[in-house]
């Protein structure tokens, strides 16, 4: 399978701990995503990368929240001093080409318990 | 900031009943609209995309959208649903020359088929 994929693909913590994900994206892609969803919600959009550049963040990314692609390929997640509200599903997704037009392809997620 | 409506959080139908999800977004200007299918224990897929041209836009498994710009709508339709259609359903947006390439997610439809 050469889908994008996600590692681990749980995680708990401890509230005040940090924690990193890494996203493994379909080769050759051009676009990471980085989306969290919490229950009963769709995706929220996070942060994007085009190639190693990051070129776009949401306010829903707070300062404890990092994100790398540092040789335009797998990308890394990084969450500083844990909440419990940063408990929630992270899912990464990847496309092809350059414009917003080209389909995402989502990978199967990480999903994050803070306790 | 660009938002999304789905109105029917869930819904239950027979085997050979026609659906009809509704999705409404709100935002002026140029927008490409999506709709991904989850299904059980698997990843976000794409079912459709419009983004310009003929409103009316074919996806896979028989599923098709119409876009009625003037409604700020994108629905999804199919004619005989099948149980394999259960899954989650997320309607997405982004808008043209919004500043933001993520796309913005709907909460989701829960659509169950009874055999």
């Known amino acids: 399978d050469t889908g994008v994929s996600q590692n681990p693909r749980h995680k708990i913590t401890k509230r005040g701990q940090n924690v990193t994900f890494r996203c493994d994206p379909i080769?050759?892609?051009?676009?990471l995503y980085w989306y969290r969803q919490t229950l009963g919600q769709g995706p929220e959009f996070l942060t994007y990368?085009?190639?190693?550049?990051?070129?776009?963040k949401s306010r829903l990314l707070s300062d404890r929240f990092s994100a790398e692609r540092p040789k335009g390929s797998f990308s890394t997640l990084e969450i500083q001093r844990t909440e419990q509200g940063d408990s929630a599903m992270y899912l990464c997704?990847?496309?092809?080409?350059?414009?917003?037009?080209?389909?995402?392809?989502f990978g199967p997620g990480t999903r994050l318990t803070v306790l | 900031a660009q938002s999304v409506s789905q109105h029917n959080h869930h819904v239950i139908l027979s085997e050979a009943a026609s659906l009809e999800l509704g999705c409404n977004y709100s935002y002026g200007g140029t927008v490409n609209l999506f709709w991904y299918v989850q299904y059980p224990g698997q990843h976000l897929q794409l079912l459709l995309k419009?983004?310009?041209?003929?409103?009316l836009v074919k996806g896979i498994k028989g599923f098709e959208a119409e876009f009625i710009k003037s409604k700020f709508s994108f629905n999804l339709r199919k004619p005989s649903v099948q149980w394999s259609d259960t899954a989650e359903y997320f309607c997405a947006v982004n808008a043209e020359g919004g500043g933001a390439d993520g796309l913005t997610f709907g909460k989701g439809t829960h659509l169950i088929i009874q055999p």
């Open positions: 419009y983004f310009s041209g003929d409103p």
């Open positions: 080769s050759e892609h051009n676009r």
């Open positions: 997704a990847s496309s092809l080409g350059y414009a917003v037009t080209d389909t995402q392809y």
């Open positions: 990368f085009q190639n190693e550049a990051q070129l776009e």
